[in-house]
């Protein structure tokens, strides 16, 4: 591929507090864990979340550093999908790769995936082009 300029690399990190609060009480409406339970699940997947993000930015950063690409990292508190419209707005990106890597099990049954979602906002919005990243 022929670049057109110099690459640099953003990392956006979404802190999605608002969707593991609303989960939180959804899970503790339905009663089927218990409050105690339902809070540490919920305590033990956002640090999970954010230990995983941590060592993928770290590992970006390291990937990054080999070939002299810059690399910044922007942390934001937010709903994931608003958020990345939102830096994609902003940014202008050329391409916007989205990671369903290392996500743990029981964060994808109750978030879900919203990467599929993006992409097609993305796309209909002309904010750049969107890769999905399926490794495990």
């Given amino acids: 591929l022929a670049s057109t300029g110099p ?3 953003d990392v956006l990190y979404i802190l999605e507090q608002e969707d593991l609060q609303h989960i939180s009480k959804r899970v503790g409406d339905q009663g089927f864990l218990g409050l105690s339970t ?4 919920m305590s033990t997947l956002g640090a999970e979340h954010h ?3 941590l060592l993928r930015i770290d590992e970006v950063k390291a990937a990054a550093a080999t070939q002299g690409f810059p690399v910044s990292v922007l942390e934001v508190t937010g709903r994931f999908v608003e958020s990345v419209l939102k830096q994609a707005a902003e940014a202008h990106y050329e391409t916007i790769l989205i990671t369903r ?3 743990p099990f029981v964060s994808r049954i109750l978030f879900g995936s919203e990467a599929d979602r993006v992409a097609r906002m993305v796309q209909k919005e002309g904010l750049g082009h969107v890769i999905i990243d ?3």
């Fill in 134 to 136: 399926e490794d495990e």
């Fill in 101 to 103: 890597a290392d996500r």
């Fill in 7 to 9: 690459v640099a690399i």
């Fill in 51 to 53: 230990r995983m993000a």
């Fill in 38 to 41: 339902t809070a540490d699940v």
